[in-house]
């Protein structure tokens, strides 16, 4: 990827989800207390969504031809 660029997986832009991350360090003090508030934020979003992404983001790192089998079903 290079500089600029905006890498989207689902609906989800990739520099806003680590954005997101970032934030659950910069707002919380501890391990404990950050999975408290990335569990509390993420159990807003369907386990559809997360499921969805997560096989996208596992895509994105297979060979092109192995991703595009699973991809086609």
């Known amino acids: 990827m290079r500089d600029g660029q905006t890498v989207t ?8 989800f680590w954005k ?3 934030r659950s ?3 919380t ?3 404990a207390q950050r999975l408290d508030w990335l569990a509390f ?19 994105l790192s297979m060979d092109v031809g192995d991703a ?5 079903g």
């Open 9 to 16: 997986v689902l609906d989800v832009h990739m520099a806003e």
């Open 20 to 22: 997101f991350l970032e």
């Open 25 to 27: 360090a910069e707002e």
């Open 29 to 31: 003090t501890d391990p």
């Open 41 to 59: 934020r993420l159990s807003r979003v369907s386990v559809e969504h997360i499921a969805d992404f997560q096989l996208h983001l596992d895509v």
């Open 68 to 72: 595009s089998g699973i991809l086609k």
